[in-house]
Nanobody, 118 residues
Framework: QVQLVESGGGSVQPGGSLRLSCAASGSIFSINNMGWHRQAPGKERELVARITSGGMTNYADSVKGRFTISRDNAKNTVYLQMNSLKPEDTAVYYC????????????WGQGTQVTVSS
């Protein structure tokens, strides 16, 4: 059984910062790509950032220069540092990871709410 557990969400004023964490646990043999997605009310889920096992990253245009994704392979954990937050960043943030147990499969966390409001 593999679980992804997110933490670090909350409420912040515009211009503020938050750091999200997502730890994968269970009978994990290997992890490839890890990423963060978000879904705002009434909108489709969208990719925010992704990081490969080798550390290569890509970001949505809307967060470039403000968000930074990183990972600690020893801890099976991915992070999302979010700076200069805007009201339009308000959403439920989900982490996902490509994990090999007995086959490759995409796993998702339960989501964590981020609210940016004055």
């Amino acid at each position: 059984q593999v679980q992804l557990v997110e933490s670090g969400g909350g409420s912040v004023q515009p211009g503020g910062s938050l750091r999200l964490s997502c730890a994968a646990s269970g009978s994990i043999f290997s992890i490839n790509n890890m990423g963060w997605h978000r879904q705002a009310p009434g909108k489709e889920r969208e990719l925010v950032a992704r990081i490969t096992s080798g550390g290569m990253t890509n970001y949505a245009d809307s967060v470039k220069g403000r968000f930074t994704i990183s990972r600690d392979n020893a801890k099976n954990t991915v992070y999302l540092q979010m700076n200069s937050l805007k009201p339009e960043d308000t959403a439920v943030y989900y982490c996902n990871a490509d994990i090999y147990v007995n086959r490759w499969r995409d796993y998702w966390g339960q989501g964590t709410q981020v609210t940016v409001s004055s």
